[in-house]
DNA sequence: CTGTTAGCGCGTTCAA
DNA sequence: TTGAACGCGCTAACAG
């Protein structure tokens, strides 16, 4: 056993350091800095981090050393010792739906703004996902997650860790899972496109409704309902969907024979599935049948007819949920359930009935 | 100076496990797990690495401790040994093209596989993006980087991190950029799509390109020309457009004019504005023109008419990019480049000429 | 206001 | 085959 030979290892550092010298080949690390301006690797770490006070003139020589030797910590050792990954996990179980993309680059968006770093967790496979999200979590390769659940059950792996994990749950929200939330106003909003379809004369209304098990399709219901209600009425018939394009397909026979003049989609994908199959089938819209959706996908306005919808903020969704992250990492509560407004957008598939 | 109090550490550690003894509420880390199997750490980490030649009953005490703990390495003390992050930044300048999302995905299954991270680098905003992958490269904290360029300019920071940087193209190829490449036989793809237009019997087929400065658009466009003049053919107009929506439907009036019967569109996106103005403008589709895409994005299938298009394997191009990211990672030199085949999906947009 | 000291949790020499 | 010692690069606690 050599206890004191640590001793030596300054004299080594410093000598290692000397023959660096001038050409600097390898990474410089703080260390270099200090040595370069002449203080200590705390004092720059102070400096670089602002965590103590520090005088100007050491602060300008430091940043001076970081410029010229082009530092920048590495990222590893920081977060090692920091006890923080500085990272978020970013779930996608149904990446299909493009509405998941726009929440992805608002998350992105607020994670640039706060020097987090966003790890893409996407994949059709559900038990494949579950077990990534849990081994990123617990080798702490990310301080928390964001979920954007799309009506896909909550990973039950994940509760198993203990509802300490900081999880935020963005535009779908699960009864079972505890978690704060941020989504949109899905029951407002439902009201309004029912409200708009209402006023332009429809009165045999059927209503192409998502997933029973999923909140946001649940709330629509309940608002198109509400709504229609509100007038005494009853929907000309009620067709369950899955949120996925074939479903809105199948759903175009149940609709037609109902004999509704408008239909309130609970989501773009399926709204579409159902127009292409009714222009097949001769049926014109909005002339024969008129459609309103829910998402305001960019499909939706690639179409012809252009989809009139009602348009989630899916960006705001995003930043909204990262910052809910955030304030939960900081160790504050954010806000329970945090519902952004929807906007109504009228284009071309809402008309009179004939 | 105290040099020699670290000889009090190992005994303080020791009293340290102890106390945690049953109830462990910390993290475990290696130290738990070797004291629970009666071996050092060192042995746990052969043991789980296999870097070093264990004896069987070694490894079962050890995988027993392993399970009972729940132990997981971190991360960040891992990669910070071992000088690898295991991660990759998928850098996605254009984040709006839904093709993207599918390379994205293959990148992102075989990051999988392969026990890599996958962090997110999509922005509109290319200046940020740039200095964003720079930061990450340079905190170490991804890797390497896999580029889905789709026709943007190649980030002159990373040129100057210097060429040592493991980057993969995929997708789109820069003249300037000497990195490996993995997309599909665009060439290969336009010919065959012109050549599916010529058998229906058109003569005047126009050409919807794209921008010229991009690669994939300059080979689409080289196929399209080789194959039709082939048959002593000129296109009867070349327009060019900028792979997204708005710039199909400007192109539509100059199309219209130009007599053709068909027309070869360079991608899906630029397909689909122009259908949608020509059908605004009463204008038949396949009836009056006939259309051939490019990528095979999900929207081309939601139409009506269905886009027929050349179908490119955004997923494969995806796997194919990571795994030359792989390859460049464990030393070797991945193909230059991997031109993956395209496959002809037809639908409806093509008919005979009228 | 600055520097010294002591780890964060891992993987990796070497000796035994 | 195993284990003790050490260092990756950084920051936090304390001492001056």
Redesign the pocket.
């Known amino acids: 056993?050599?206890?004191?030979?640590?001793r030596?290892?300054?004299e080594?550092?410093t000598i290692?350091q000397a023959q660096s010298g001038v050409s600097m080949t390898?990474?410089?690390?703080?260390?270099?800095?200090?040595a370069a301006?002449?203080?200590?690797?705390?004092?720059?770490?102070?400096?670089?981090?602002g965590?103590?006070?520090?005088?100007?003139?050491?602060?300008e020589r430091v940043a001076e050393a970081v410029a010229q030797l082009g530092?920048?910590?590495?990222?590893?050792?920081?977060n090692?010792?920091?006890?923080r990954a500085h990272a978020v996990g970013l779930v996608i179980p149904d990446p299909a739906n493009p509405f998941f993309i726009e929440v992805a680059l608002g998350v992105q968006s607020k994670a640039l703004e706060s020097g987090m770093v966003v790890v893409l967790c996407a994949t059709d496979e559900a038990a494949e996902l579950e077990a990534y999200c849990a081994h990123l979590l617990q080798a702490?390769y990310v301080d928390g997650l964001v979920f954007t659940s799309g009506g896909h059950r909550f990973p039950g792996e994940l509760n198993l860790l203990g509802s300490k994990v900081p999880v935020v749950l963005a535009d779908d929200l699960f009864a079972d899972a505890p978690y704060p939330f941020v989504g949109s106003d899905n029951r407002g909003g439902a009201q309004a496109a029912a409200r708009l379809t209402l006023d332009h004369g429809h009165r045999r209304i059927a209503i192409l409704a998502g997933p029973a098990e999923v909140w946001t399709a649940e709330q629509r219901l309940a608002g198109y309902l509400d709504e229609l209600g509100s007038e005494g009425l009853a929907p000309a018939t009620v067709v369950r969907g899955d949120y996925r394009v074939p479903s809105g397909r199948q759903a175009s026979a149940a609709i037609l024979e109902s004999g509704a003049t408008a239909v309130l989609a609970a989501n773009d994908l399926m709204a579409i599935g159902l127009i292409q199959t009714c222009l097949q089938a001769g049926v014109r819209i909005p002339g024969d049948l008129s459609v309103v959706g829910f998402d305001d996908i960019p499909t939706a306005s690639y179409l012809a007819p252009l989809l009139s919808t009602v348009r989630q903020p899916g960006r705001e969704i995003g930043r909204g949920a990262m910052a809910a992250l955030l304030t939960q990492l900081a160790g504050h509560t954010p806000d329970d359930r945090l519902l952004l407004p929807t906007e109504l957008v009228v284009r071309d598939t809402l008309g009179t009935p004939s």
């Open positions: 056993m050599l206890p004191n030979s640590n030596f290892e300054p080594l550092e290692r390898r990474r410089p690390t703080i260390k270099d800095v200090a301006a002449e203080v200590s690797a705390s004092t720059v770490s102070a400096v670089l981090n965590t103590a006070p520090t005088s100007p003139g050491v602060r530092y920048q910590a590495e990222a590893h050792a920081r090692l010792r920091r006890r702490r």
